[in-house]
C-alpha cells in the first residue's frame, strides 16, 4: 500500500462504512441491477473475495463454498461480519491489501472482485495478485462501472474523476478487463450495460 495515498483512502471508507449500504441500496437497484447475484453464482470451491466492504455480496454465494474475504478498511469489515452473522454464513473475513494479497500462490478456485477496482490505486497490480492466487483453471470473475463507449459520456466521467479520484481514489474511465486480456486470462463471458455500456461484468479463467 503507498504510504501516502493508501493510509488517507483507508481513512476514508472507515469514516463511510456506516452510510455505505444507504448509498449503495439506490445504485444496485437503479445502476447495476442483478451484478451481484450474477457474480456469486460463478464461485465455485474456494472462493476470495477481494474488496468485500459491507459485505453486500454475503447473501447470494451458492451453498458448498468455502468464503474468504479481504478488504482494507476495519469499519467496512465489522459491518461485514455482523451481516454474516445475521445471514448464518461461515466465511473468514480479514483485512488485507487487494495490492498484496497475504495468500499463496494458487490458493483459490474462485477470485471475485464486485465494485472494488474502481477504488484500489494500483488496479492492474490488484489484478496480478488475484491471477496469483488463482489455481490453474480458476475463475476470475469482475464487476464494475467502467470507462464508457461514447466520448461524450466519457467526457462527463473525465469531470467526474477529477472529483472523486482526489476526495475517495474512485476512478471512473478504468477498464479492468484490458488488465485481465494481457495477462493471459482465457475471457468466457462479458457483458456491458446501462449508459453506453458503463457497467461491465467479466469471468475469465487462468489457464491451466
Known sequence: ????????????????????????????????????????????????????????????????????????????????????????????????????????????????????LCAIPDDRRAVIEMRRVLRPGGVLVLVDHVAAKGGALRAVQWLYDRVSIPLAGEHFRRRPLAHVRDLGFVIEETQRFKLGGVVERVRARKPA
Open 1 to 116: 500500500m503507498d504510504e501516502g495515498t493508501g493510509p488517507r483512502l483507508v481513512r476514508y471508507w472507515d469514516k463511510h462504512a456506516g452510510g455505505y449500504d444507504r448509498e449503495m441500496n439506490f445504485w444496485d437497484r437503479h445502476m447495476f441491477g442483478d451484478s451481484r447475484p450474477w457474480a456469486c453464482a460463478r464461485a465455485t470451491g474456494e472462493v476470495l473475495e477481494v474488496a468485500v466492504g459491507t459485505g453486500r455480496n454475503l447473501p447470494f454465494y451458492p451453498a458448498g463454498i468455502r468464503l474468504t474475504a479481504v478488504d482494507w478498511s476495519a469499519e467496512m469489515l465489522a459491518v461485514a461480519r455482523r451481516r454474516a452473522a445475521d445471514l448464518g454464513v461461515d466465511a473468514d473475513l480479514r483485512q488485507g491489501d487487494a495490492q498484496a494479497l497475504e495468500f499463496s500462490d494458487e490458493s483459490f478456485d474462485t477470485v471475485l472482485c464486485v465494485l472494488g
